[in-house]
């Protein structure tokens, strides 16, 4: 009989968590604030907050001009080149705000955030990371509705968490030791979109954890899992509803000429899913993690803000070959 997995739990997916909590750790711990790099990009910093300033209220200007009835009823006119002109300039430059407040903007947040945790750095400085496992839905179609075949799932989490325990000799220690001063990790971070290799590829995590040197006297590092997870087992019945006649039965103590007609019976087995097996699942286990460099391997990391960020990237690159035709 065949079988149909809907969702289950890679274990795959959950040994690359493991791994990135790992390579998170190290870096994290190491290094709580990139000092050199900051250094680096500090003459930007002034330019970058004039010109997002003024660029968005450019912007604005710009949307509510481009937008009023006469310009909405000149746009009727434009040739198809204007068309596509037009609104690839704009959001060419929404686009660069875009990534000004992504790279710049939040930049400085991000750094503000980790200057204030490295100044208040104790002698006792703890590192924790944590990912979440869900099923993974596997696309696998349903076989089907007259066929007999069992279809498996799963539910839950697996719970990943990281930590990292570090003890100095004193809170100035602690707090030098937070400060990052690595010309390697600060090389890698000014090459240009750099950031976009690291989307794919641990080199900025592979060279900040391999040349990093820490402080403290005392360093351990675990790891735990807890998992709440339930896998269930399916049988898949085709509709078997039967109807079943009866006749030429004569009750038992009848008088008389005709017995009275029988209905047909019909024996209900409609189509449907019946549980077969289901397995709880509620474990825990820890164990303990060398603090060493993580390793460099390819682990592609997108989110909603990273494609508008490949998008702004992709617009930039489109205009320079689409230059000579403006």
């Known amino acids: 009989m065949n079988t149909v997995v809907e969702s289950e739990f890679n274990e795959g997916d959950i040994f690359s968590a493991v791994q990135d909590i790992q390579a998170e750790l190290m870096v994290e711990s190491a290094t709580q604030y990139d000092l050199l790099t900051d250094l680096a990009q500090l003459s930007d910093i002034p330019r970058l907050i004039l010109s997002v300033t003024n660029d968005l209220m450019k912007i604005i200007g710009a949307f509510k001009s481009r937008n009023s009835i006469s310009k909405l009823k000149a746009a009727k006119s434009f040739a198809p080149a204007d068309l596509l002109r037009h609104p690839y300039k704009w959001m060419r430059k929404i686009g660069d705000e875009w990534m000004a407040y992504r790279y ?29 496992i869900t099923p993974t839905n596997t696309g696998q179609a349903m076989l089907p509705s007259s066929s007999y075949y069992w279809k498996k799932s799963a539910t839950g989490s697996v719970q990943l968490r990281g930590e990292v325990f570090q003890h100095f000799s004193s809170d ?22 750099s950031f976009v290799l690291d989307w794919f590829v641990n080199v900025g995590d592979y060279i900040a954890t391999r040349v990093n040197q820490t402080w403290s006297e005392l360093r351990w590092a675990c790891l735990s899992r807890r998992d709440i997870t339930s896998s269930q ?7 078997r509803d039967q109807s079943i006649t009866i006749g030429n039965i004569i009750p038992t103590g009848w008088v008389g000429t005709y017995p009275p007609s029988t209905p047909n ?8 899913f019946y549980i077969f097996d289901k397995e709880d699942v509620d474990s825990y286990s820890r164990w303990p993690i060398l603090v060493s460099g993580a390793p460099l391997k390819f ?9 508008m960020d490949s998008a702004s990237i992709a617009l930039n690159l489109l205009g320079r070959f689409t230059r000579p035709f403006r």
């Open 104 to 132: 710049g903007v939040m930049t400085l947040v991000y750094s503000y955030r980790d200057l204030m945790k490295t100044l208040n750095r104790g002698t006792d400085v703890k590192t924790r990371k944590g990912r979440t």
């Open 265 to 272: 019976q019909i024996i209900s087995n409609p189509e449907g």
């Open 233 to 239: 087992t399916w049988l898949h019945q085709p509709n």
């Open 299 to 307: 682990r592609p990391s997108l989110n909603w803000r990273r494609y």
């Open 172 to 193: 100035e220690i602690a707090r030098i030791s937070g400060l990052g001063f690595n010309p390697f990790v600060t090389a890698w971070e000014l090459i240009p979109y």
